[in-house]
């Protein structure tokens, strides 16, 4: 375990701003420094994320073209089970999982193994097992990745504990910044569910790392780091990049249908939400600390499972844009929610490493199209902003961050009109879900581990009583 003095001061200075004002006026060549480098660090690690799993599951879907799907998705699942599994049990424990309450337990002054090798092994780890065919995104694992880059970075440049955990929760933002091209998100989200601190200078730190990683997610870009286009292009400088160009329509009376929306995503996420923890709980209760095998069966039910579907379903970033550009049916639709809610659970269940906020996008986003399928089909009236506010109202029902799942669902359009509907879609699903339970997904997480954490220490504690 990595050293985590820190860790053990009873005192929180990360909500210091007095401590980390001094800083600024002492040492602020460090502390701009820092921050570069750890936006940098971060857009490099999230953008080599998403290339590496876009090269393997490229080459699994050339494959797919030579040999049949019922051979290739269980061994390849398999495969990627097991070899993840190998490399985390091996090297780094900590990169199992999403890693999102990795960085909220360090956070809150729990002992967390950080740095570079749990960094490099989510790294490696993540992009074998989600390209082998694990339906899992790229935004939990930035998360942990861009905060053991900034912890490691602040190690290095002996930056004092004031300033250590306001750069890894900006690491973590930045990450989420890196891999949505959503600055404003990664910025909400660091402040909004892992600082939970609005101190004007937090703030202002945080906002130099998240919108530093985006412009440095741009520039790589043009160098073929990460998909797709990026925002820079070096003949016409910074552009405006809209992964789903919609003219955006919105109607007086498409608040009560965005409520209505809000209303029935924020049941289906709690519900999602539950699923997922039960999944992860007997996951655990089954399998107990033997990973490999958790994965290397998970794999091979996921991909025996996905064998048996349309081409459509064997790669989730193809449903992803089918989806947002609304290029499917309400049938198929639906047909995607009900594989996407069932089988995310079982791969977070696993501890794969890998994020649940681009299953939760499009669980969203499916269930947007079709609402808007049946609005249309009653009243006559399509609101085209269902899509990108259904996908902001899932992911804010499971996370219970509200403003951070408009500004990532605004990031696909880039249009500020539709920032309206998202976030009544969003407010609602928030609320509505935290009549069932006021915590996150995250945070049941964490006391789920918690929980784990103790009966192991018990249990060894007892097999030594007994033994002596």
Known sequence: MQDNNDQNQKSDPLISSRSIRRLLERRWFVVVLALSLTGLGATITGLLFQSGIHVLSDWRRDLLHEVPAWIVLPVLGTFGGFVSGWLISNFAPAAAGAGVTHIMGFLRHKSVPMGLRVGLVKLVAGIIAIGCGFPLGPEGPAVQMGGSVAWQMSRWLKAPIAFRRVIVAAGGGAGIAAVFSAPLGGFIYAIEELLHSARPVVLLLVL???????????????FGLGSGAKGFQPNLGFLLERKFPIDVEFFPIDVIYLISLGALIGVLAELYTRYVLMMQRQGQHWFGNRLILRMSLSGLVLGSVYAALPSSFHNLDELFHMIGSSETGVSQALAGFVVLFFSTGLAAASGAPGGLFMPMLTLGGAMGLACGDWVQSLTGHLPNTYVFAGMGAFVAGCSRTPITAMFLAFALVKDLLILKPI?????????????????SIYERQMSMESADEKRTKSSKQLNQKVSS
């Open 423 to 439: 976030l009544v879609a969003c407010l609602t699903s928030f609320l509505i879900a935290r009549l069932f339970n006021p915590h």
């Open 208 to 222: 130099i790392t998240t919108f530093s990683a985006d412009t440095w997610a741009d520039v790589l870009g043009v």
